[in-house]
């Protein structure tokens, strides 16, 4: 069946729409970057402001190729995402932004957990997971290229009911993600969190993920930001 799709639709690039190819070279290296330098993102719970970093803004072939990732299923974008993944973490190493903000002491982390933004049951049911892929990559990078204890950590779910925010006015984004999500575990003292996401917007996901979670020490990843 997919060979007789192939036949009746040839291949267009996700992002470019370049035809006869499933991802042509210049949109294949978008996801090796250049990090454009990290910006302050206001959040909720302990870490009142945090940095975030992407890989650019949500136009032009980089929307493509985020939406692609997210709904397409001529794509697989499994090897796109993990390479964008561990650049967001080589920018993070290079720009400093793993010398955790506030007062050292004690409390100072030690290890990090990157934490998915959660999918929603349907992104789960089809496996169209791209925060998760990119968590994962960007632990296996802080690890190889910083030494950083780092493992990925599901630590939220969306709770029963709430939607996707494809589509929603900046109002209703933020309407849609305040008391959204459940906190699965509880951050351990000395544990700074890397929170990732595909897109950041107007924020209302990346501040609920902060506030239920509540850890003071947080970054902020995501391919584009709106």
Do not use: I, N
């Given at each position: 069946m997919r060979l007789l799709v ?189 929170l990732v996401d595909d897109v ?16 003071r020490w947080c970054v902020f ?6």
């Amino acid at each position: 069946m997919r060979l007789l799709v192939d036949l009746a639709l040839p291949a267009t690039c996700p992002g470019c729409g370049q035809w006869d190819t499933p991802l042509c070279a210049s949109c294949a290296a978008r996801s090796g970057g250049p990090v454009g330098q990290w910006s302050p993102l206001e959040v909720e719970g302990r870490c009142a402001a945090a940095p975030l970093l992407t890989l650019g803004g949500y136009e032009g072939e980089l929307r493509g190729l985020v939406l692609a990732a997210k709904h397409s299923a001529r794509w697989d974008p499994h090897s796109w995402l993990e390479r964008a993944g561990a650049t967001l973490a080589r920018g993070l190493v290079d720009q400093g932004l793993l010398a955790w903000t506030g007062p050292p002491g004690p409390d100072a982390p030690t290890r990090v957990w990157v934490v998915p933004a959660p999918s929603s049951w349907r992104r789960r049911l089809f496996g169209r997971e791209v925060t998760v892929v990119l968590a994962c990559a960007v632990a296996r990078e802080l690890a190889e290229r910083a030494g950083v204890s780092a493992e990925v950590v599901e630590a939220a779910w969306l709770r029963p009911g709430a939607r996707g925010q494809s589509g929603k006015t900046s109002a209703a984004r933020r309407r849609g993600r305040r008391g959204a999500m459940l906190a699965l575990v509880e951050v351990p003292t000395r544990v700074g969190l890397v929170l990732v996401d595909d897109v950041v917007t107007t924020g209302a996901t990346a501040r609920e993920l902060a506030r239920v979670l509540g850890g003071r020490w947080c970054v902020f990843l995501a391919l584009a930001r709106a």
